[in-house]
């Protein structure tokens, strides 16, 4: 429905004057996005929260989540990459990814000893850890998500500049006041940003977590069942969940989930980082046993993860994800509101896991495996100008496509390469599991 996604990015460019207000009030350059807001676009998230444990007021840092930012821009591009919707882009895409990158140039600093630069005193999707023990400053440095997504934000805002007709592109870094300098240094950052990591290859969740100690996990599970939110029970124990090795959501995780191998493999390349064919199965490994999934979206990016390794853990989290809010697995919070992100998410499993649905420059890629629990999968899609329909069985994968005056374009089809017209139907013989 590319119509509501479209009126959603909307929303976040009628607000872009908000988020460069946000941004100048801090010192920073372009649009720097709240981490929660309504209406109007101003920064909404609450100064503290009651521990309902402790009954103890604690300060609350999540608006420190600058990668809100960083989805902004995914979103755009993802949308644009589906679409084709040039007008969009021209008119409020372009401006939004160049705004994003202009705000991570400037809140990253050049670290001369490293040679890399740095994104410090900020807190990472795992939302536990905001603070290093014993620090009185909110934030931590260098979370690996944050860096690399803002390494990738930047990449694609030098890609859009190329995208947009030489009238447009002369428009906004005019009126944007884009220099020459400026776009060199994006260059310099999106190849020279700084991921830690340790223990032989796994990306460490943001700068010092090898240093952390480990969890009794077997202990707090017997004493409390539900260790859901460790953060609170911890707080309550007057202790803290940024002592541990531990996490909400593990958000190195989140990498894999938004991107392909070989897309993470060419951003570690592009930094000068090796990324070999085990980084994924071993950072899964590393990072799953110590996640509490306190959130109902991390089972969403678990069952992901997991989808092609694990498929029977991989479809213990999607149920779990589907039970969110029917089952109310957070025990009180479904009163509060829905969780329509795990919602959409549980969607998006059944459509993107199963097709292995991606798009990749000009190609729309299929690389199709059908979860042994379903027997078929019928799904509409909308891809530029094309209303195609799949039908997904153990054996075969149909694509039909509706008349109309869209542009032939590439379909791959378990790396199957061929054009694909409107109005014509073709049926994939699939290769066996």
Known sequence: MPEITRSLLMYRSRRLGEARAAASRAGYRGAMFPWQSGSDGREETQAANLNPRSQRWVEDNSYLQRHVGSAVAYNVWQYFQVTRDLEF??????????????????????D????RYEIRGVVGPDEFHDAYPGSSAPGIDNNA??????????????????LLSKMRRA???????LTADELARWRELSRKM??????????????????LRELDWQTYRARYGNIQRLDLILEAEHDSANHYKLSKQADVLMLFYLFSAEELGG??????????RETIPRNVAYYAPRASYGSTLCRVAHAWVLARSDRPRAMDFF????????GDVQQGTTAEGIHLGAMAGTVDLVQRVSTGIEVSGDVLKLTPQLPREMKRLDMRIRYRGHALDLRLTRDTLTVSGAEGTAPAFTLSVDGEVSQFDCGSTRVFHLKAE
């Open 319 to 326: 149920v779990e994800a589907l039970q969110s809010d029917v």
């Open 112 to 115: 001369p000893t490293r040679g």
């Open 194 to 211: 700084y991921i830690p990591f340790h223990d032989q290859g796994i990306i460490s969740q943001f700068e010092g977590y090898e240093q």
């Open 171 to 177: 428009e906004l870094i005019t009126r944007l006041g």
């Open 145 to 162: 998500y944050t860096n690399l997504m803002a390494v990738w934000v930047m990449c694609r805002a030098l890609e859009v500049l190329e």
């Open 267 to 276: 951003l570690f390349a592009r930094l000068g980082y090796p990324f070999e």
């Open 89 to 110: 882009l021209h008119s409020h895409g372009a401006e939004l990814i160049l705004d994003i990158a202009r705000f991570w140039s400037s809140f990253a600093t050049f």
